[in-house]
């Protein structure tokens, strides 16, 4: 009966955000709504043997072959809702209701399965924390603002991932393990949380004695190729797996995005133009890098004028070098109920130091760490924080002028919810628990404000609140100030603002969370 209403009110949550997202079906549309619309095309027009060296567009298809199978399945429909949709010359560009309803309808309908992933992970939670975790993953400003505004799948996608962290947490390593294989095969992305799960289920499961460690080694490793056999064995049997890898990871693409995701390299960018500026004045001969700052693309690694340039190999090292103390800790003490909190901090390190970021991956670790915030009043601040950051640092990837309201509505909203939610999780007495226990922490935005008589035991702290005030005055200066005193000239700088600020919560959230995966155990 309990099962029954907890589905019920999910469902409820669910059909809320569903009216949101019906209600956004107007709204402004990136490229990538192309670039899907043309995979539709690309698919269900050629045979399997021609998906990946099709050209008819410039937005050529470069996601692992599971997705590119689930983008056959939705062709099928989309030739009888329109059959232009999915014409591989006539649908370029194709801007008609049908197809723009037909593709809003799937991402939509594909949350269905992030619906389930969520009730599966939380089905065992008391009823607030439950609640919680809903709140901050169905009602997601991010994924409402990528998914079903800008356009993608990333609820559908993350659902195999919150479904493999759910089957883990309960000790089914084998199934967790089979679902991230699956995931990694809808989207390669997701592939810098494998040297966690490696280490984990090499230490978890295939535990017990060399004989049946062996045995457990072999069955786990079976099943992942088996997966991977699933996706790209009919490549294999064409021999076109090399064209398939080149289009997966198109490395000439260069180290950053065309706008800058809010990581470490956008300080090493800002540095070396710094210098490059300053030693020009001071008489040396320095070259100016060929991208700027207007467009907010690098380019390639040659780009930078000062520093050593920046290899996909230099990235590569330092996303290791980030994650090796957590692979030393899930190496010694392997346990179920950490590896959520492992596995977004995975995708942080990835996110802060991998090469040519989007900043719609922040999600990657956003969603994961909803489930890590309701664990202790700390990690409830810690996502706080984070998911406010994360969602404004998308705000640029909606810069039409009908879309604000909407974006900046959203995160209020979001924000209001957290804040009762997380208040209503945590009560004095629990709080005054956590902070005993943190009290030698040097978390400088998470601890939470003293107050006399214990009024107050959700709060950030007035370091928190003056950075969330920082980020309100780089949207006025933006918005506002710099159309008004500067004009047109120095149109970077709103961006660039936007970007160093945000790279500065989010460089806090890695050390934030690298210090509680040490601590923990």
């Not at 089957?167 to 089979?178: N, P, R, T, Y």
């Not at 490059?276 to 004028?305: C, E, H, M, W, Y």
């Not at 406010?388 to 909407?406: A, D, H, M, N, R």
Request: aromatic share 18%; net charge neutral; with cysteine.
């Amino acid at each position: 009966m309990q099962g029954e209403s907890s589905l019920s009110q999910l469902l409820w949550c669910f059909a809320v955000a569903a009216t949101i997202k019906v209600l956004l079906i107007p709204s402004y549309r990136s490229t990538d709504f192309e670039v899907h619309r043309h995979w539709l095309a690309v698919t269900h027009s050629h045979p399997l043997s021609d998906w990946y060296y099709d050209q008819t567009s410039e937005w050529t298809l470069d996601y692992p072959p599971f997705f590119a199978y689930f983008e056959r399945f939705l062709s099928i429909f989309a030739n009888l809702v329109d059959p232009q949709i999915v014409h591989l010359h006539n649908g370029l560009n194709y801007k008609a209701t049908s197809v723009i309803v037909f593709q809003r309808i799937t991402v939509i309908l594909s949350d269905l399965w992030l619906l389930y992933g969520v009730y599966r992970l939380t089905k065992h939670l008391d009823s607030l924390k439950r609640n919680l975790i809903w709140v901050l993953v169905v009602w997601s400003p991010g994924l409402l603002l990528v998914d079903h505004v800008h356009f993608q799948y990333n609820g559908f996608l993350l659902a195999w991932l919150l479904l493999s962290i759910s089957f883990l947490v309960e000790g089914s390593d084998l199934m967790g393990g089979f679902l991230f294989a699956v995931v990694l095969c809808f989207k390669h992305l997701f592939a810098v949380a494998a040297p966690v799960y490696f280490v984990y289920l090499f230490r978890h499961y295939c535990r017990g004695g060399l004989v049946r460690g062996f045995g457990r080694l072999s069955v786990i490793g079976a099943v992942v190729v088996a997966v991977f056999a699933a996706a790209y064995g009919p490549f294999f049997y064409h021999e076109q797996i090399q064209q398939v890898i080149r289009r997966m990871f198109p490395f000439s693409r260069g180290l950053c995005h065309a706008y800058w995701a809010p990581n470490f390299w956008v300080f090493y960018i800002i540095v070396d133009k710094g210098l490059a500026f300053f030693l020009r004045k001071l008489g040396f001969n320095i070259q100016a890098p060929a991208a700027s700052f207007t467009g907010g693309l690098v380019g390639d690694s040659s780009s930078f004028a000062v520093l050593p340039q920046i290899t996909p190999l230099t990235t590569f090292v330092a996303v290791l070098l980030g994650l090796f103390p957590c692979l030393i800790k899930a190496w010694r003490d392997p346990q179920p109920r950490l590896i959520a909190r492992w596995i977004a901090y995975a995708y942080t390190c990835g996110f802060l130091f991998g090469w040519h970021v989007h900043e719609k991956a922040s999600l990657h670790f956003v969603i994961p760490l909803a489930i890590v915030a309701v664990e202790s009043l700390e990690d409830a601040k810690h996502y706080f924080l984070l998911s406010i950051v994360s969602c404004y640092s998308l705000f640029p990837l909606l810069y039409e002028g009908q879309e604000y309201p909407i974006k900046v509505l959203l995160l209020l909203l979001h924000s209001i919810l957290m804040w009762f939610g997380c208040s209503a999780q945590f009560t004095k007495d629990e709080a005054s628990e956590t902070e005993e226990q943190t009290s030698n922490e040097s978390a400088w935005w998470e601890k939470s404000r003293a107050t006399s008589g214990g009024k107050e035991w959700f709060g950030i702290g007035w370091i928190g609140k003056v950075y969330l005030f920082g980020l309100l005055v780089v949207e006025i200066w933006g918005q506002i100030l710099h159309p008004y005193i500067l004009g047109e000239t120095f149109p970077f700088i709103p961006l660039m603002l936007m970007s160093i600020y945000c790279a500065l919560g989010m460089t806090y959230s890695w050390i934030w969370q690298l210090k509680r995966v040490l601590k923990l155990s």
